[in-house]
T-cell receptor, first 118, second 107 residues
Framework: DTGVSQNPRHKITKRGQNVTFRCDPI?????LYWYRQTLGQGPEFLTY????????KSRLLSDRFSAERPKGSFSTLEIQRTEQGDSAMYLC????????????????FGNGTRLTVT | TQLLEQSPQFLSIQEGENLTVYCNSS?????LQWYRQEPGEGPVLLVT?????EVKKLKRLTFQFGDARKDSSLHITAAQPGDTGLYLC???????FGAGTRLTVKP
């Protein structure tokens, strides 16, 4: 178990550019989550995959955000035409929860990708 | 979406003091999870509470799930500087987080 890995750790980009982040979950985990966190706040849910299927996407997520998990393993989160308001820590988490379930397995988080849009 | 409110938002205490932080909702949860997050890192699970009225202890940390499974509390006894961090609760099934309580324990 090597844990959840996120790359890059830091990304600085200019407004209007596209960025892509990668998340490698714990290998046997079938659930993968993306969250966004700003300073002093809790993680804000963005989207969730069960294997390769994207089962839920936050209504707060604009059309500039897209996430994929093509083979049910790693996932990518792309932000197009970045804005300064996109500056945040982007966290990925995985778990081994199954449906239906009385309660979720715990989330295992990566250390995040910190995005700065200038 | 089930909303979780955490209080207080900030808490600064001296080493050795006791404290309690709260996680409240108007919704009923199958379970609640508590996490602690340190700067520059992702949250790390502390405990999952499942049964209404359940009390779980983790060394100096005591977690309680409300009888109605709408709220939870975390009590820390004799806080230490190493307890400093952002304490977060998350509700199952949708795994949404509260805004957290930022705890600072001064030596």
């Amino acid at each position: 178990d090597t844990g959840v890995s996120q790359n890059p750790r830091h990304k600085i980009t200019k407004r209007g550019q596209n960025v892509t982040f990668r998340c490698d979950p714990i290998s046997e985990h079938n659930r993968l989550y993306w969250y966004r966190q700003t300073l002093g706040q809790g993680p804000e849910f963005l989207t969730y995959f069960q294997n390769e299927a994207q089962l839920e996407k936050s209504r707060l997520l604009s059309d500039r955000f897209s996430a994929e998990r093509p083979k049910g393993s790693f996932s990518t989160l792309e932000i197009q035409r970045t804005e300064q308001g996109d500056s945040a820590m982007y966290l990925c988490a995985s778990s081994s929860g199954t449906q239906p379930s009385s309660y979720n397995s715990p989330l295992h988080f990566g250390n995040g990708t910190r995005l700065t849009v200038t | 979406t089930q909303l979780l409110e955490q209080s207080p938002q900030f808490l600064s205490i001296q080493e050795g003091e006791n404290l309690t932080v709260y996680c409240n909702s108007s919704s009923v949860f199958s379970s609640l999870q508590w996490y602690r997050q340190e700067p520059g890192e992702g949250p790390v699970l502390l405990v999952t509470v499942v049964t209404g009225g359940e009390v779980k202890k983790l060394k100096r940390l005591t977690f309680q799930f409300g009888d109605a499974r709408k709220d939870s509390s975390l009590h820390i006894t004799a806080a230490q500087p190493g307890d400093t961090g952002l304490y977060l609760c998350a509700g199952e099934v949708d795994m949404r987080f509260g805004a957290g309580t930022r705890l600072t324990v001064k030596p």
